[in-house]
């Protein structure tokens, strides 16, 4: 599976952006996907999962009711839309894939087998 984050920028504080990850390689329809991010001197942390088929959708704490994770798996797109966004959102973003049964631990990256290259996202104060 090859996977490729973008949408990533720099928006104030209380902005929004969408970040898409376009996967190929694989039926798409197959994968569950997640979203994790990485800010500086940290360690990558897990932000939202969706199930292959969209009906399970999983978040962290930080992010819950601000950001939303979507799909399109008739575009082989994932989504992570992020509202009312703060400057501790500032991160690499980074979308993952797991071709493999939904049983496990989502919020765990080995639960995952395929990496994006990450996208930047930056929130001014």
């Known amino acids: 599976v090859q996977l490729q984050a973008s949408g990533g920028g720099l928006v104030q504080a209380g902005g929004s952006l969408r970040l898409s990850c376009a996967a190929s390689?694989?039926?798409?329809?197959?994968?569950?996907m997640g979203w994790f991010r990485q800010a500086p001197g940290k360690e990558r942390e897990f932000v939202s999962v969706?199930?292959?088929?969209?009906?399970?959708?999983q978040y962290s704490q930080s992010v819950k009711g601000r950001f939303t994770i979507s799909r399109d798996n008739a575009k082989n797109m994932v989504y992570l839309q992020m509202n009312s966004l703060k400057p501790e959102d500032t991160a690499v973003y980074y979308c993952?894939?797991?071709?493999?049964?939904?049983?496990?631990?989502?919020?765990?990256?080995?639960?995952?087998?395929?990496w994006g290259q990450g996208t930047q996202v930056t929130v001014s104060s």
């Open positions: 993952a894939a797991r071709p493999r049964s939904w049983n496990g631990d989502w919020f765990l990256e080995d639960f995952y087998d395929a």
């Open positions: 390689g694989r039926a798409f329809g197959t994968l569950a």
């Open positions: 969706i199930n292959r088929s969209g009906s399970n959708l």
